[in-house]
């Protein structure tokens, strides 16, 4: 038998866009089972993880361990409901995050401003016409009287206001 020599490891380079779905094994509740997760969703289990001191393995034990508590509560069996590990591993990551935001933290991020895509998968690299256009646009504004740089020109505001009440 012909001996194999050590693996290539591959490189990750990173991608732009959604990347697809990635299988890989953890252990529930001491059972091995496969979920297939976005890159950035694995990304996120493993800094949650890191955060909350708890392996990706225990964390998502806890998570089915809560889907299975509350199906007890609604009155159901657990292999009544509806709501995959997977799913719930998403939303759990969504409300996680959500739970942490601060208007700080989105003004720091850069959120609120015309760009919602800045800094994330769907961010587009620019190109060389972009510049032409984006240079178009601010003359064209500039030539119109009391729109100039102003999204809100009745209020001066350059982006959208903020519907919560000031505390």
């Not at 240079?135 to 740089?149: C, D, K, N, R």
Request: proline share 8%.
């Amino acid at each position: 038998m012909a001996k194999r020599g050590p693996k290539k490891k591959r490189v990750n380079t990173p991608q732009v866009g959604v990347e697809p779905l990635k299988s890989q094994n953890i252990m529930i509740g001491g059972h091995r089972t496969s979920m297939r997760l976005e890159p950035s969703m694995w990304d996120a289990l493993e800094d949650i993880g890191r955060r909350e001191c708890l392996t990706v393995n225990r964390l998502c034990t806890q998570i089915k361990e809560r889907i299975e508590e509350q199906a007890r509560r609604r009155g159901i069996t657990p292999e009544e409901t509806d709501v995959t590990l997977t799913s719930a591993v998403r939303v759990f990551i969504a409300a996680y995050y959500r739970r942490a935001c601060t208007e700080d933290g989105h003004m720091r991020a850069g959120h609120g401003g015309s760009d919602p895509f800045v800094g994330t998968p769907f961010e587009l690299p620019a190109r060389s016409d972009d510049a032409d256009t984006v240079q178009s646009t601010l003359q064209s504004s500039a030539e119109s009287p009391g729109v100039a740089g102003s999204a809100f020109p009745s209020t001066g505001l350059s982006g959208s206001p903020d519907p919560r009440p000031e505390v």
